[in-house]
């Protein structure tokens, strides 16, 4: 093979290996998101009165039920601060107090809703849960995660 096809083809080679990742980084960058180890559950590291501002613009909220969605979220917020810091748990029960928590806080916010900000909220959390078991099913147990 004449040595300026070796040097094209190895070159289209490392570009093909390249380019994903370039873009994956690039298409990251734009989207603003987190990274992984900041990600976590994007919920308990997200700023409460940001996600209140969110929660209201998606459900189209009053002023009234911002202010409360966002007391919830605080409160949320310090409960799980609190029970990170709690080494006296197993990893098993601090998660289940996560989620009696996160549930609570799913239930306070649910009962400041009309009808029609019930079902646009109802949607969110289905599409949430469809998300977390995504993700659950990308990040096998004794394995990394796929891609």
């Given at each position: 093979?004449?040595?300026?096809?070796?040097?094209?083809?190895?070159?289209v080679?490392?570009?093909?290996?390249?380019?994903?990742?370039?873009?994956?980084?690039?298409?990251?960058?734009?989207?603003q998101?987190?990274?992984?180890?900041?990600?976590?559950?994007?919920?308990?590291?997200?700023?409460?009165?940001?996600?209140?501002?969110?929660?209201?613009?998606?459900?189209?909220?009053?002023?009234?039920?911002?202010?409360?969605?966002?007391?919830?979220?605080?409160?949320?917020?310090?409960?799980?601060?609190?029970?990170?810091?709690?080494?006296?748990?197993?990893?098993?029960d601090?998660?289940?107090?996560?989620?009696?928590?996160?549930?609570?806080?799913?239930?306070?916010?649910?009962?400041?809703?009309?009808?029609?900000?019930?079902?646009?909220?109802?949607?969110?959390?289905?599409?949430?849960?469809?998300r977390?078991?995504?993700?659950?099913?990308?990040?096998?147990?004794?394995?990394?995660?796929?891609?």
């Amino acid at each position: 093979m004449p040595k300026p096809c070796l040097i094209v083809i190895t070159l289209v080679a490392l570009l093909h290996m390249a380019l994903p990742r370039a873009v994956a980084q690039e298409a990251g960058s734009s989207d603003q998101q987190p990274a992984p180890s900041e990600r976590g559950h994007a919920r308990a590291h997200m700023d409460p009165a940001k996600h209140a501002a969110m929660l209201a613009k998606r459900l189209k909220l009053n002023s009234d039920q911002q202010s409360k969605v966002e007391a919830i979220l605080t409160s949320e917020q310090s409960q799980r601060e609190n029970l990170q810091s709690d080494s006296s748990l197993s990893k098993g029960d601090r998660r289940s107090k996560m989620m009696d928590i996160h549930k609570s806080s799913d239930e306070q916010i649910r009962a400041l809703l009309d009808p029609d900000q019930e079902k646009q909220w109802d949607e969110m959390q289905s599409r949430h849960e469809e998300r977390m078991q995504e993700h659950h099913h990308e990040q096998a147990p004794g394995g990394p995660p796929t891609v």
